[in-house]
């Protein structure tokens, strides 16, 4: 048996109400939409308990709304098994949502209000560190102010501890303050938006790649969708190639990803089977509609890793 990692994450969690339709509204028009889902979600929320399910002890630093959401977002890490004594409501706020359209196919298009989630701070990492040293990763994403990202990566450095940071949704950011780094993992439109260079092909993905780790993080994964992941070092490059699967809604793919690679490289496999696994992982919650219900337990992905692994 793997040892058991503790994944901490400091980060967002929000409540998606997705509908599934074919077409969509012009400006002033009303038209019925086919199905909707209600769920716990945000990328942070979404990233831990990918971490639970794969068999990590997990720990939520977070903020949530004075609103119906926040105490049923509390509730639910709780009985999955995830800390969330750091999370903390924030009175007079809403929780962070997020309305979520997905295609036929499986696309997505999400607008996030971020409410509580932007009102995580520095201070509030600080209040965690006694919980936060006890980590062996922690993970963090871009839902929260930039700040509270940036202190957390010095703190995680401080102590040797592994960071992860997942720059979405992308925005401007301040090279200086990533660098402590060690995995940086944008997907292909973070990264343009991040540095500029369009990503369109794998020779772009590897430009970008490059331009990141000039910038001092000491890994990139820039995930490609249903080409792969691409990671990116100082001593190689390398295609870690997805797994096809039909896909039903992509929402959460990414977050998928994260908790699950986390996991895995706290469990000490070498980095690509790590990444192999995680775009096992992703590629399976594309098949079930919904965010974090669309993601397996450990039991269950291991069945597939059995099945898939043997095609590689
Ligand atoms: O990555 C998917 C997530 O993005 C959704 O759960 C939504 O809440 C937004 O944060």
Redesign the pocket.
Known sequence: MPEQSFIAVVG?A???LTTFNDVFPRPGETIFGQKFDL????????QAVASRLCGASVAMIAKVGSDLFGPATIKNFQSQGIDASHVRIAEGVSS???P?FVEPGGQ?R?I?VKGANDTLSPEDVDAAAPLLQKADTIVM?F?IPLRTVYHTIRFAEARGIRSIVNP??AQAVDFKQLSGADYFIPNETEAELITGIPVHSLEDATKCANFLLRQGMKRIVLTLGERGALLAGPERTELIPAFKVNAVDT?????AFIGSFAVFLGEGMQEKEALTRANLYAALSTTKIG??KSFCNRADFEREWQVHSTRL
Do not use: M, R
């Open positions: 967002s929000n409540v998606d769920g716990f979600g945000g990328k942070g929320a979404n962070g949502v997020a979520i997505n999400i996030v994403q839902e979405a949704p929402t959460g793919a990414g977050d965010t974090q």
